[in-house]
C-alpha cells in the first residue's frame, strides 16, 4: 500500500535547530555544557530527530520527562547521557537502569529502591538529586537537602552526577524571586562542600534563566523552549530561529453571498460576498479552539482571518477575494518570508504560552525535517 499522507504537516528546520545549539553554546562558554531538553516529543518538534542534530551540534546532554521517552531515545540509538526530569516511579527504576537512564531523586524510598534495581541488574544507577529551592514542585527542601546526599552516596549502586534545581519565574524582568531561589541554592551547594562533598554537575538555569540570569550557567544549563527558536518573553538578548512551521492546504474553496453564517454555533456571518477556504485542521491536531474568530493564516501571502469556530479536523478561513484554489498551502505557523506567526502570536490570543502551542500539536500532524 502506498503511503498515505495528510495534507497537515510541520515542517521542522534541523538547521534552525542546529543554528540555536550553536548560538546557545557560544553564548554559555566553554566551562558550561548545554542540555537540551526534548520531552513532550521535543516540544512537539519530534524529539528523536532533533535530538540527533542536537548532538551533533554540541550538545552533551538531552532530558526527557519520563522514562518512556528516555527509552525511546535509547531504542532510536541514543547514546548521549539522558536526565529524567519528571518523578519516576517504584515501577520505572528497573527500565531506567536498563536503558541507562539518570533520575530525578529527592526523597530517601525511591533512592534505596533504585540502589537495590542497580544491584539486581549489577550496574549503577546514576542520579540527580534536586532541591526545592522555591518553584515548588518536585525537590527536597534546602534545610533536608544534605542529609539526603549523604544517604545517597551511602548507598552501593548510585553514583550522583548532579545536584540542581528549578527556577520558578527567570522569565521576569524582575530577579527578585529568582535571586532569592540562587541564595538558597548557594547555600545548599555551601552545606555540601562544608560535608565535604563534591558532586561533578551542579545546575539551575533553564532557557530563562540562561538568558536572562547568567550567572546561574553553572556547569550546564537545561535549555528546551531556546533549543526550538522561541523566546521565554519579548527580550531578545540572543539570535534564535524558530524551527517549527505548521501548514496544510486549501481543502474546498466557496463563493457565498452577504449574510452566509459559518460553523456550529454560526459565530461568524460574512457581512459581503466573499469566499470562504476549508482548511482540513482542527482542535484534534492542536489547532486551539480558542482561536475560533481570533487567529489568522497565511494564504498567498496574505493574513486571512479564521471565522467561525474552530471543529475538531477543519478550519474556515474568510478570504476575501483572494484567488484562493483548492491545494493552495497555508501557513498556520511559520513564515512566508514577508509575514511570520509566532507561536507565541497564538499563545497571546489564547491566554497562554508558546510551550503549550508546540507540544500540543497532536500525533496526527506528520512531522518532516528539512
Ligand atoms: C526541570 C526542568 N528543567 C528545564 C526545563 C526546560 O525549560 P525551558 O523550556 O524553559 O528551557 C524544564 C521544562 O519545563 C524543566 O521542567
Redesign the pocket.
Known amino acids: 500500500m502506498s503511503k498515505l499522507t495528510r495534507s497537515v504537516w510541520a515542517e521542522v528546520s534541523l538547521d534552525n535547530i542546529a543554528f540555536n545549539v550553536r548560538q546557545f553554546n557560544e553564548f554559555i562558554g566553554p566551562d558550561c555544557e548545554l542540555m537540551a531538553?526534548v520531552k513532550a516529543n521535543g516540544y512537539g518538534h519530534g524529539a528523536l530527530e532533533t535530538a540527533y542534530t542536537m548532538i551533533a551540534n554540541g550538545t552533551n546532554w538531552l532530558?526527557v520527562a519520563l522514562p518512556e521517552e528516555g527509552v525511546r531515545l535509547r531504542r532510536g540509538g541514543i547514546t548521549a547521557p539522558i536526565l529524567v526530569?519528571g518523578a519516576v516511579g517504584a515501577d520505572e527504576l528497573d527500565v531506567c537502569v536498563a536503558a541507562d537512564l539518570a533520575v530525578t531523586v529527592f526523597e530517601p524510598h525511591i533512592a534505596r529502591l533504585l540502589s537495590q534495581a542497580a544491584a539486581a541488574q549489577q550496574k549503577s544507577a546514576k542520579v540527580h538529586i534536586k532541591v526545592d529551592t522555591g518553584m515548588g514542585r518536585l525537590g527536597l527542601l534546602p534545610k533536608d537537602f544534605g542529609d539526603l546526599v549523604e544517604l545517597v552516596r551511602s548507598l552501593p549502586g548510585l553514583e550522583i552526577q548532579g545536584v540542581f534545581t528549578?527556577f520558578a519565574q527567570a522569565e521576569q524582568e524582575d530577579l527578585e524571586y529568582t535571586r532569592r531561589q540562587w541564595e538558597r541554592f548557594q547555600k545548599v551547594r555551601e552545606d555540601l562542600r562544608a560535608r565535604g562533598i563534591s558532586i561533578p554537575y551542579t545546575h539551575a538555569a533553564?532557557?530563562?534563566a540562561a538568558l536572562f540570569f547568567p550567572e546561574s550557567h553553572l556547569d550546564l544549563v537545561?535549555?528546551?523552549?531556546?533549543i526550538y527558536g522561541m523566546y521565554?518573553d519579548a527580550r531578545r538578548p540572543l539570535e534564535l530561529k524558530p524551527a517549527l512551521s505548521l501548514k496544510t492546504r486549501v481543502a474546498f474553496v466557496k463563493r457565498v453571498p452577504a449574510g452566509s453564517a459559518v460553523s456550529y454555533n454560526s459565530t461568524y456571518v460574512t457581512e459581503r460576498e466573499t469566499s470562504i477556504a476549508v482548511l482540513p485542521i482542527g482542535y484534534a491536531d492542536g489547532l486551539a479552539r480558542g482561536l475560533s474568530n481570533k487567529g489568522k493564516v497565511l494564504i498567498a501571502g496574505t493574513l486571512c482571518p479564521i471565522v467561525g469556530m474552530v471543529t475538531m479536523d477543519h478550519t474556515l478561513v474568510d478570504v476575501g477575494d483572494l484567488p484562493v484554489s483548492i491545494g493552495d498551502e497555508v501557513i498556520l505557523l511559520g513564515s512566508d518570508g514577508t509575514n511570520c506567526i509566532h507561536a507565541h502570536d497564538w499563545a497571546d490570543l489564547l491566554g497562554t504560552i508558546n510551550?503549550e502551542i508546540t507540544s500540543r500539536l497532536s500525533s496526527r500532524v506528520e512531522r518532516v525535517y528539512k
Open positions: 531538553v532530558a526530569l528549578h533553564n532557557t530563562a537545561r535549555v528546551g523552549l531556546g521565554p510551550y
